[in-house]
């Protein structure tokens, strides 16, 4: 059983524990990686996607919406978009 640390924050453990397992180690057949898997098969890595977008808004008075454009609805328009797509 091979244990490794700081995984989430840094992927700091695993090398390391890689590193030595190669100098010590028979290469095991298979292994076991007991994470947020559910210990499910996992073939390949869930990766990770990063994006800013910026939102302009025309000036208008919260009174008259319909003269102008708020850039926080529509940011949260988008928000909303984005936590129903993650969701699905």
């Known amino acids: 059983i091979a244990l ?3 995984e ?10 890689v590193a030595e397992m190669v100098k010590t180690v028979p290469t095991p ?3 076991i990686v007991g994470e947020p898997t559910r210990m499910q098969v996992v ?4 990766g990770s996607l990063s994006f800013r977008t910026e ?4 000036t208008v008075h919260s009174s008259r919406i319909d003269q102008g454009v708020s850039a926080v609805m529509v940011a949260a328009r988008l928000i909303t978009w984005l936590a ?5």
């Open 4 to 6: 490794s640390y700081d």
């Open 8 to 17: 989430e924050v840094g992927c700091l453990g695993a090398p390391l524990m």
């Open 29 to 31: 057949a298979a292994i």
């Open 43 to 46: 073939t390949g890595h869930k």
């Open 55 to 58: 939102v302009t808004g025309h």
């Open 84 to 88: 129903d797509t993650m969701a699905e």
